[in-house]
């Protein structure tokens, strides 16, 4: 995966040649994520320039989409505002958007476990109701985990050497022979995972990066009981929830393992000088693989 480095003189000349009204503002760099990196402008905005040649249908997506979501939400989202037109000082297109305050969950931790876990549940009522026709569908989100074995096969060699393996590869079969998804597809974030939550005061305070959004199956969301909430913190956030069957909680914890060892292999990933590797991840989806092997 080929990376396009960018700068503060590049954002900045971006700024300056299609909003000017805003080139003046302090500018500095805050996250590098796997396809974009964010760059905090002034007090309340943030830019959003693309790193990977997907990542720019991922940007146009939320531009369109998260505007209409984002009133009924009820945790801060970063709600695009401006949209940067591909130029001849940088190729593809970019986003000026509302700045969700608060640490990235992968470099916070949550230490009130339930009041997260309430207000998680809460946030995932709010999205999850009825997509329209014509929302975004993704092939690796919200659909039937059968269909994903080939990628589970190859994210479970992250963590082969350990004595885990076995247990993992068991939760995610009991989660394939879970009933499926039969209710109507409903949206969902797609990639609820430390990196794209912010952590406040010791608990849940944003959801950020809504570069997979789409409409399926909520059990591909509800895996957040263990990715991002503490130990202990699940059987708490599925009371709140109030909608998950057994069914459901099964296919849930094979989300969990999937993203679980999927994380690990990106921490690896940096380990070894890769790209795309992010240093935080690895931890988090050895964190993750812990409370849900917890919880079986």
């Not at 801060?76 to 940088?90: C, K, Q, Y």
């Not at 998950?244 to 292999?265: F, H, K, N, Q, Y």
Request: hydrophobic share 45%; aromatic share 8%; charged share 20%.
């Amino acid at each position: 995966m080929s990376h396009l480095e960018i700068d503060e003189n590049l954002v900045r000349s971006l700024l300056h040649e299609q909003h000017p009204d805003l080139a003046g503002l302090d500018l500095h760099l805050t996250v590098t994520g796997w396809d974009n990196q964010l760059w905090r402008l002034g007090d309340k905005l943030a830019v959003r320039l693309p790193r990977t040649a997907r990542a720019p249908g991922l940007l146009r997506k939320e531009h369109h989409w998260l505007p209409v979501l984002a009133p009924r939400l009820p945790l801060p989202v970063p709600t695009p505002l401006r949209i940067g037109e591909p130029s001849a000082r940088f190729p593809w297109p970019w986003t000026v958007a509302t700045w969700v305050p608060g640490e990235p969950g992968d470099r916070a931790s949550i230490r009130h476990g339930y009041q997260a876990a309430d207000t998680l549940a809460v946030f995932l009522r709010a999205l999850h109701l009825n997509a329209p026709t014509e929302a975004p569908a993704n092939p690796m989100r919200g659909v039937p985990l059968r269909t994903l074995t080939h990628e589970f096969d190859k994210a479970i060699e992250a963590i082969a050497s350990s004595g885990v393996a076995a247990d993992v590869r068991g939760i995610w079969d009991e989660a394939v022979s879970a009933p499926y998804w039969e209710g109507p597809p409903v949206w969902l974030h797609g990639d609820l995972h430390p990196a794209n939550v912010v952590v406040s005061d010791g608990t849940l305070s944003g959801v950020i990066d809504f570069g997979e959004l789409c409409a399926g199956d909520p059990a591909t969301d509800l895996a957040a009981a263990w990715l991002i909430l503490p130990a202990g913190a699940a059987s708490r956030f599925f009371d709140a929830y109030k909608k998950a069957d057994e069914a459901m909680i099964r296919r849930a914890r094979g989300w969990a393992v999937l993203r679980g060892v999927s994380l690990i292999g990106v921490g690896q990933a940096w380990e070894r000088g890769l790209p795309g590797g992010q240093p935080t991840w690895g931890r988090a989806g050895r964190a993750a693989l812990d409370r849900v092997l917890a919880s079986d």
